[in-house]
Each structure stands twice: as structure tokens, then as C-alpha cells.
């Protein structure tokens, strides 16, 4: 773990310098939203995108606006293991392992 440390940093500070992030979160969210699989799904399976990862929360919109369920990962009390949750709104999520937004057991 501790060699791992360093390197995780060095590479979020690279990509965290990547230039035109938002350009490219929109093109991603264009080819996810064009895709035939995701106008046929009823359920969804998303991460809840933080920092300089790509964007996921547009398409957590327009999900819910589209009456699609949506599914996101909650950290569980062992390490290394999480469950999915439905959430029917961002009121359904609160800081959770690391500062992270997870869906709320009890209303999820």
C-alpha cells in the first residue's frame, strides 16, 4: 500500500492537468447517451464522478428524467467491498468513505 500512495498521486495530479476535462466528459456523455443499449435499459449502473474524473452526473439527470432506475456504489464496512443502492434523486446521497457521495441506506 505504501508504494502505491506516491504513484496514485502522481497520477491524479496528471490527470487532473489534462486539458479540455469538460470537452471530453460531454463527448463521452454524447456516445453513452447515442448508445442503443443505453436507450433500451430500464437500470443503470453508475459511479458518482468527483474531481477530474469524467462528468457522470449529467447522465445521472438524465436518467432519472428518463424514468430509467439508477444504481450507485456504497462502501461497505470490510475494505475493498461496496453494494449498489437505487437512487431516485441527488437527495438520495451524502458524503460517505473518503468524502465521497454514497446513496443513503435507509432511503435508497
Keep these: ?9 502522481e ?7 489534462l ?7 460531454r463527448a463521452i456523455r454524447r456516445q453513452v447517451l447515442a448508445l442503443p443499449e443505453y436507450r ?7 459511479y458518482l ?7 457522470t452526473w449529467p447522465l445521472l439527470d438524465r436518467a432519472l428524467a ?14 475493498g467491498e461496496m453494494a ?9 446521497l451524502q458524503a460517505g468513505a473518503f468524502g465521497l457521495l454514497e446513496p443513503i441506506p435507509g432511503r435508497c
Design 40 to 46: 433500451r435499459a430500464r437500470r443503470l449502473l453508475l
Design 11 to 17: 497520477l491524479l495530479a496528471r490527470r487532473d492537468a
Design 1 to 9: 500500500m505504501e508504494k502505491k500512495a506516491p504513484l496514485r498521486r
Design 66 to 79: 428518463q424514468g430509467k432506475e439508477v444504481y450507485a456504489p456504497r462502501c461497505l464496512e470490510r475494505p
Design 84 to 92: 449498489f443502492y437505487r437512487v431516485s434523486s441527488r437527495e438520495d
Design 19 to 25: 486539458p479540455g476535462r469538460e470537452e471530453r466528459s
Design 49 to 55: 464522478s468527483q474531481g477530474s474524473e469524467v462528468d
